[in-house]
């Protein structure tokens, strides 16, 4: 299993531009997660899904969308990128078996830079 | 608003030391409880979850005081490869799973 990756790794985009940051997990998981972190901050959630079909706002979701048309991709959508969306964005995958209790598990990340 | 607050350190200790991470969190409803390691530059990985009767993985140890919204992980025996930065994490959100992140607490191990 490749577990999650993205792609990007890196990417610089100027103000105004838009881009999508890919996601896909191979292991059959019906919850998946994009996350943004800050220099020095925590992790705050932007949007999830539980499954295709269904997405849902997470904490900071404004300047974003996403889709979720399959289990195993879900791809992030910036439009008209500000300098306030530099970050790392990491995208996160979880299979519950019990509600609440199971690992996240997390791609590599993408760094993005809006100059 | 849901928060989770953690020492930034960073914590610089000799090998073989033994450290101690706390995390607060506010929000009383708060359901399942992490910590996560994350290396430099890099994703963050489960490190071990936390329940309210402790519980014990090799040199790491956590605990859990729902009654005070308390987290703490100790290291005893702290080796140079232990040197991340470790995320204390909640979960609130039910069966969604959403987790709130504390910022992390930096620890550095020398030689």
């Known amino acids: 299993n490749a577990g999650v990756t993205q792609t990007p790794k890196f990417r610089i985009l100027k103000i105004g531009q838009s881009m999508t940051l890919q996601c896909t997990q191979d292991?059959?998981?019906?919850?998946m997660y994009w996350y943004r972190q800050d220099p020095g901050m925590g992790l705050k959630l932007i949007y999830y899904s539980v499954g295709a079909g269904i997405t849902d706002k997470g904490e900071v979701p404004n300047g974003y969308n996403v889709s979720r048309s399959t289990t195993e991709d879900f791809p992030l959508r910036l439009e008209l990128a500000a300098p306030s969306q530099t970050s790392v964005y990491f995208c996160?995958?979880?299979?519950?078996?019990?509600?609440?209790?199971?690992?996240?598990?997390f791609g590599p990340g993408t760094r993005l830079t809006v100059l | 608003r849901k928060e989770v607050e953690q020492d930034p350190g960073p914590f610089n200790v000799p090998e073989g030391a033994t450290v101690a991470f706390n995390c607060t969190y506010s929000n009383s409803a708060s359901q399942s409880f992490f910590w996560y390691r994350q290396d430099c530059r890099k994703e963050p990985k489960l490190l071990m979850s936390?329940?309210?009767s402790g519980n014990e993985d090799g040199r790491f140890t956590a605990q859990l005081n729902r009654a005070s919204q308390y987290i703490s992980l100790l290291i005893r025996d702290s080796k140079l490869s232990d040197s991340a930065t470790y995320l204390c994490?909640?979960?609130?959100?039910?069966?969604?799973?959403?987790?709130?992140f504390g910022k992390g607490t930096k620890l550095s191990v020398k030689p």
């Open positions: 292991m059959n998981h019906n919850y």
């Open positions: 936390v329940y309210s």
């Open positions: 994490v909640v979960s609130y959100g039910g069966s969604q799973g959403n987790l709130i």
């Open positions: 996160a995958s979880r299979s519950p078996r019990l509600a609440g209790d199971d690992e996240q598990f």
